[in-house]
């Protein structure tokens, strides 16, 4: 599994939101490091990027608003797809799975909503069909079987 990944570029596309007096939120900042560390200490060639601008995503919600009028609060895995487009041919999309079951009905746990239940504030399921459209086409790869 790791092999496959060789040369890629990891993004992690949220900022860094500070809290309180200007802190930043070390709890993301001490995964990160460990991601890192991973990386580095397996050897892969795997580079990270960080953080993106208001701006930026400003601009992606206004491109994806244009493409699909469902998705007004996009997720930022959804975001990212279309922010890879700028520095990738091809997108591959791991585990992007909106539902609370596994596909062979196992529970699933969310990364904000570990018992399974989140607020509908993204419209998780239209992003999916949209996805799947996109890998129907060959616009980007849709993995499923990470699940």
């Known amino acids: 599994m790791l092999k496959q990944v ?7 596309a949220k900022g860094f ?3 309180g007096k200007g802190q930043y939120n070390m709890t993301t900042l001490e995964a990160l490091r460990s991601v890192e560390n991973f990386i580095e200490s397996n050897g892969l060639q795997i580079r990270m990027a960080y953080g993106i601008s208001d701006d930026v995503q400003a601009a992606s919600k206004r491109v994806i608003s244009r493409l699909r009028d469902t998705v007004r609060h996009p997720t930022t895995g ?7 487009l700028a520095f990738c041919g091809h997108v591959t999309v791991y585990g992007f799975w909106p539902f609370a079951m596994t596909s062979d009905q196992q529970p699933l746990p ?4 570990d018992n399974g239940e989140f607020p509908l504030v993204h419209e ?24």
């Open 78 to 84: 959804f975001l990212n797809y279309f922010l890879s």
């Open 110 to 113: 969310y990364h904000y909503h």
């Open 124 to 147: 998780i399921i239209d992003e999916q069909v949209f996805l799947r459209d996109l890998n129907e086409t060959g616009c980007l790869t849709l993995v499923k079987d990470c699940l």
């Open 6 to 12: 060789q040369n890629s570029i990891l993004l992690y």
């Open 17 to 19: 939101e500070k809290h």
